[in-house]
């Protein structure tokens, strides 16, 4: 699947997310720049998704697909610039990553 394609797949299937509750928020705290906790990032997604592919979702042009091994070295080059998300490639479950140090877990509701 191209960019751009992914990128508006994962947009129309992020309506129907249903996220994880963590301590009474959706938010989980990894920290930013030198306080970024990449072993904990590193641990959610390798106990979040089985697949060894998934998406890299940041806009129609750069959207990709990855191996999770490369996926927190991935998104951590993406957050400059964008609030990165990690996909299974049939968009059940997705990780998005935002700027300001926290990320959030969660299923497509069917």
């Not at 797949?9 to 989980?28: C, F």
């Not at 930013?32 to 697949?51: A, C, G, P, Y």
């Not at 080059?77 to 479950?93: C, G, H, M, V, W």
């Amino acid at each position: 699947m191209d960019s751009k394609n992914i990128h508006i797949s994962y947009l129309h299937n992020a309506n129907y997310i249903e996220w994880e509750m963590n301590n009474g928020s959706e938010w989980i705290y990894i920290g930013t720049d030198e306080k970024f906790e990449k072993d904990k990032v590193t641990e959610l997604i390798n106990s979040f998704f089985e697949e060894e592919k998934l998406y890299l979702i940041t806009d129609r042009h750069s959207s990709c697909l990855i191996e999770k091994n490369q996926a927190v070295d991935n998104m951590l080059q993406a957050i400059n610039e964008y609030n990165p998300a990690l996909s299974s490639t049939d968009f059940r479950k997705v990780i998005e990553l935002n700027k300001i140090g926290v990320l959030r877990k969660g299923h497509r509701k069917d």
